[in-house]
C-alpha cells in the first residue's frame, strides 16, 4: 500500500500519526492503517512502540521549550495544568513555523479562550509579557545611544533630533497590574494566585543580552511611539506642551531623554533635519 505513495506521502501521513492528539493507536485506526503498513518491526521494538517513540519525543520536546517560554505561567499553573495546558494548545495550534523558536508565539491569545482563564483572567496577561520577553531576546541589534553621543549635539541641533528606539523594544498593554507577580516568582517567593486588575502598559526591552521590563506612564508609552514613527525631540516637547509649559515640557523632555539613553532603549544613529524634508543633512554620530 506505501509503495504506491510518493515520499511526501509517506512522510506527511509520518507527521500525521506522531502528532495525532489521540495518540498513534487512535491516528492508525481512523486511517484503517496498521502500524507495520509504515514501519518494520523487529524483536526489540514492534512497530506501533517504534511510532510511539517519536511521538513521545515530538510532544515533550515542545513541551520542553514552552516551560523555558514561560517560567512564571508554569510556576502558577503547576506541573500538571501546564501539562495540559500545552497539550490543549499543541492540539489546535500545531507548530507552523521550522523553527521551534516559535512555537509558544500563539499561547497568549490560546489562553483568552482557555478554562483555565475563567477565574484567573490575568494569566493572559502574564504569558503576554513573558513572550515579549522571549522574543525580544534576539530581536534585531542596534548600537545604543550613550550620554557622550548627545554631549557632541549642539544645543540648538536638539529640536530636529530624530530619537529612533532600539528594534528590540515592544510596549505591551496589560489589563492586569501583573508586573509584581512577575518579579514575585523570580525572587523565588510562592506563586501568587491573583493580579490587581489595573491597565497598564509595560516596556520590555534587550539591553546588551539581558531583557528588562518595567512599567511606564501612558505619557512615556505615548512618546515612545511617537519616536519610533520618527517624531523629532523638538515635536515631542510640542506634544507635552499640549499640557505643561515651555519650561516644564522642555524639562519632561530631557528627563525622559536621560532615561532612555541610560536604559539603552534609543539607537546611535541621530539624523538631524531642517524645515525642508529635501534638505535633510543626514548628520549621524
Request: glycine fraction near 8%; hydrophobic fraction near 50%; charge should be negative.
Amino acid at each position: 500500500m506505501l509503495a504506491e505513495r510518493s515520499l511526501g506521502a509517506v512522510e506527511g501521513l509520518f507527521y500525521r500519526l506522531v502528532t495525532a492528539p489521540q495518540g498513534v493507536a487512535g491516528a492508525l485506526s481512523g486511517l484503517g492503517l496498521t502500524a507495520d503498513d509504515l514501519v518494520v518491526s523487529d524483536a526489540r521494538l514492534d512497530a506501533a512502540g517504534r511510532l510511539e517513540v517519536y511521538a513521545n519525543m515530538y510532544f515533550f520536546r515542545l513541551l520542553d521549550v514552552l516551560r523555558g517560554d514561560y517560567p512564571k505561567t508554569l510556576a502558577v499553573l503547576g506541573d500538571a495544568a501546564f501539562h495540559n495546558l500545552v497539550t490543549d494548545y499543541l492540539a489546535a495550534h500545531p507548530p507552523a513555523n521550522p523553527s521551534i523558536r516559535f512555537a509558544g508565539d500563539g499561547l497568549p491569545a490560546f489562553l483568552t479562550g482557555h478554562p483555565l482563564c475563567g477565574q484567573r483572567a490575568w494569566l493572559v496577561d502574564l504569558a503576554l509579557l513573558e513572550w515579549a520577553r522571549v522574543d525580544l531576546f534576539d530581536a534585531v541589534d542596534a548600537v545604543p545611544l550613550c550620554l557622550d553621543d548627545l554631549g557632541q549635539v549642539p544645543p540648538e541641533d536638539f529640536v530636529s533630533l530624530r530619537l529612533q528606539p532600539i528594534p528590540a523594544h515592544r510596549v505591551v498593554q496589560v489589563c492586569f497590574d501583573v508586573a509584581p507577580l512577575w518579579q514575585a516568582i523570580e525572587e523565588g517567593a510562592a506563586p501568587p494566585q491573583d493580579a490587581v486588575p489595573r491597565e497598564a502598559a509595560l516596556l520590555v526591552w534587550r539591553k546588551g543580552v539581558t531583557v528588562w521590563h518595567r512599567a511606564v506612564s501612558v505619557e512615556e508609552a505615548e512618546l515612545l511611539a511617537l519616536a519610533a514613527r520618527g517624531a523629532t525631540f523638538g515635536e515631542l516637547c510640542e506634544r507635552l506642551g499640549a499640557s505643561l509649559t515651555v519650561e516644564e515640557a522642555a524639562r519632561s523632555a530631557f528627563a525622559h531623554l536621560a532615561r532612555w539613553t541610560s536604559d539603552e532603549l534609543l539607537t546611535r544613529a541621530l539624523a538631524l533635519t531642517t524645515s525642508d524634508p529635501t534638505e535633510r543633512n543626514g548628520t549621524v554620530l
